[in-house]
């Protein structure tokens, strides 16, 4: 039954979202065009929850989520945090393949791009970033976390009424310090 779900009817289903992301703002964004790609964003974050296998291939092979992502930029917040949700729980599963998906198509820049654009406000976007880069620290995710200082640090320099950017700076500083002191034990080992 997935296997024509997602043969047969998905297209059908993000179709008006591929329609809508073309650009790097949503082509429109009026309120019904809004909630209607609310609703797909809610369906496609059930399926990533639960439909592992087919809905991977689904998302690699349409390259989906830098396509969701593209509604960050939209002026109805519920919208933008639909999109923010889905990357959220996609990055709960701590599923490698997604995370190499992620670094490898640099699909953070339109998350920290959003949160740069919309400033120092406190609302409920900013804090959800927050929380999102949180989880990675937390969780101790090396392969984000690297991605994420190495590429977009200085972005988060001047962010100092949450301490989120300088801890996960930190946690990155310590994983390159063990690397470090694993690598001398492992060139005693190389041939000469």
């Known amino acids: 039954f997935l296997s024509f779900f997602y043969k047969h009817c998905m297209h059908v289903l993000t179709a008006p979202l591929f329609a809508n992301t073309v650009d790097e703002k949503p082509s429109k964004d009026d309120f019904q065009t809004a909630q209607l ?49 889905l990357l959220r729980r996609m990055i709960g599963l701590k599923d490698e393949f997604y995370n190499r998906y992620l670094v490898k198509g640099n699909l ?29 620290r937390t ?21 100092n009424y949450v301490k989120t950017f300088k801890n996960l700076k930190q946690r990155y500083d310590q994983q390159q310090e063990r690397l470090k002191e694993k690598q001398p034990s492992l060139d005693k080992y190389a041939l000469p």
């Open 37 to 85: 790609l609310s609703l797909i964003l809610e369906l496609l974050t059930f399926c990533i929850e639960h439909h592992t296998y087919h809905v991977k291939n689904y998302i690699m092979t349409k390259d989906l989520v830098r396509r969701i992502l593209v509604l960050l930029s939209s002026r109805h917040a519920f919208l933008a945090l639909a999109a923010l949700r």
């Open 108 to 136: 953070f820049e339109p998350v920290v791009r959003a949160f740069i654009h919309n400033g120092h406000k406190y609302n409920l976007f900013n804090s959800a970033v927050i929380e999102l880069f949180e989880f990675i």
């Open 139 to 159: 969780e101790d995710v090396k392969s984000l976390t690297g991605h994420i200082v190495e590429q977009h640090y200085h972005d988060f320099e001047g962010v």
